[in-house]
């Protein structure tokens, strides 16, 4: 009787823990660029100064992450290096403003990048520290008569009990620790101006017992924080998407069946349950909430504000408040995008008049 209701008591857990993550979903959003490059379009990256190699992989890196967010159009790294040697020219070793803007009219470009490798370092230390252990003692564990206290093996064997003791003992220990820091700035090459400036740094740093467990490479760690360092610089200069995860708000069947239909990313269904269920109750908060939730990864902003604005108004609870901040946040992160696609479109159409 007692197994019957431990099994049920673990069912009914399971079932909960299930039914707990289920309710997470995660949002897609546009975010603008961090700054306003102010219509500069044609870009060109040379390659950064830092260690033999690096300056050259890590400008590659940017030019493809740049490219992705069809935002700017880029110069052909083998194109560039070829018209910066007709000159005599190097694509590394950009120091001063002057050099990049006479680099930048050579290839007809608006602006080049050019940037320093500051750090890019991998390195293990290796320390003693003191850890607590069983050591056998050579004898065997006895009852109170003398008698010796006999134990089973995995295998089913009997044999005699070993007697421990506990002792300090010395045990290496690896540590392996990474910074990659990178700087860049984008240099208008009308003006001369720095346009847009950033320094940023991203570690690592993880330990093992000397012949337990491992370390991911050296070379691995460095790719992904270099990785790291210029998606930092790509938000920093372009639209990007980004994840935001959130969760539903559970109520009775029918908010629930909306549920079902958005976790199978039918979405418009889901709306139409959740539509269904505030015209006949108004005082729902939670399916107020997750029609917002429907209307804002459809990309319906305002609607899904004044949903979101319905519940919190009939409940404020933490969700529906920051649901609410977001959105608010979303529909100004929007206007702003608008302005920078308009300002990079009208930049392009003028490029394509002028040829």
Request: hydrophobic share 35%; net charge positive.
């Amino acid at each position: 009787m007692k197994s019957f209701k431990r099994l049920r008591f673990l069912s009914v857990l399971i079932v909960f823990i299930l039914s707990s993550c289920a309710q997470k979903t995660v949002i897609k959003a546009v975010k603008p660029a961090e700054i306003d490059v102010g219509g500069l379009r044609r870009i060109a990256v040379l390659d950064f100064r830092g260690p033999q190699g690096t300056g050259e992989k890590i400008a590659s890196i940017f030019t493809s992450k740049l490219f992705s967010t069809n935002f700017y159009t880029l110069v052909e790294r083998s194109e560039l290096q070829k018209i910066l040697e007709e000159h005599a020219l190097n694509m590394s070793g950009v120091v001063d403003v002057e050099t990049a803007v006479q680099a930048g009219n050579l290839v007809g470009v608006q602006a080049v990048i050019v940037g320093d490798v500051i750090s890019y370092k991998c390195e293990d230390h290796r320390r003693t520290k003191k850890e607590k252990r069983k050591v056998w003692t050579g004898e065997y564990e006895k009852d109170k008569n003398g008698n010796f206290i006999y134990e089973k093996t995995l295998f089913g064997k009997k044999v005699k009990k070993k007697k421990y003791r506990e002792e300090l003992v010395d045990v290496e220990v690896i540590q392996r620790e990474a910074t990659v820091t990178l700087s860049f700035r984008l240099i208008d090459v009308q003006t001369g101006q720095i346009r847009a400036t950033r320094e940023t740094s991203h570690s690592y740093k993880k330990s093992v017992k000397s012949g337990s467990g491992s370390l991911p490479p050296k070379q691995a760690i460095l790719n992904r924080l270099t990785h790291q360092c210029v998606d930092d610089f790509v938000r920093m200069l372009a639209p990007h998407t980004v994840r935001i995860e959130t969760k539903f708000a559970g109520g009775n069947k029918e908010v629930n069946r909306g549920i079902e239909f958005a976790k199978n990313d039918l979405w418009d269904k889901a709306q139409q349950v959740w539509e269904g269920v505030v015209s006949k109750d108004p005082s729902n908060h939670a399916a107020w909430y997750n029609l917002g939730l429907a209307l804002e990864v459809q990309g319906m902003y305002e609607p899904a504000e004044k949903a979101y604005d319905r519940a919190v108004t009939l409940k404020p609870k933490k969700l529906y408040l920051q649901a609410l901040k977001r959105i608010r946040q979303a529909i100004k992160d929007r206007q702003k995008l608008e302005q920078q696609l308009q300002r990079q479109n009208t930049e392009a159409t003028g490029d394509m008049q002028y040829e």
